[in-house]
């Protein structure tokens, strides 16, 4: 009895080993994560609810590609702080910055492979969301401006000014 009552503990004692170095990998992995990433990595888990040896993989994806950036950044900052005359400085921060776009376009197709189409439909649009629709003139009357409303879209001219398809029109 007191041989089976040891061999549990022992099991317990390895079993809580291996959990602990599992949740301190984890941990140590979501240090090196910067705010944005950490918080773009859980809402996608949040989102998408993977099977936890795909949420290890996404884990260590985002991990290995947020070092990659962080070395990409020590580099940025040591040839903006070298005397490089600025023409040179900013043709190579250009491909550092080109390099980190790679980096994350990288992660995000990872991330998306393991995904269903639909899934990566959604992924797309959360990743790269449309860009937000600019007023052109500030605030102003959409139904009396002639670039929001097109020709033949009820536009209300003021009196004495022309549509733009009478403006088209030769004078005789």
Known sequence: MTAKIAWIVRRWVAAMGCLMCAVSSVSAQQEVLSGPEARMLSSLMERFKPLP???????????????????????????????????????????????????????????????SPWDQLSLDSILNPPAPSIQHFGMHDRMKCLVCKAPGEGAIFPSGVKSPDQLLIPKQ
């Open 53 to 115: 040896s795909v949420e290890h993989i996404w884990t260590g994806a985002f991990t290995s590609a947020s070092a990659r950036m962080n070395e990409i950044k020590v580099q940025v900052d040591s040839i903006e702080r070298s005397g490089l005359p600025e023409a040179e400085v900013l043709m190579q921060v250009g491909a550092l910055r080109q390099e980190m776009r790679i980096v994350k376009q990288d992660r995000n197709s990872f991330v998306a492979g393991f995904l």
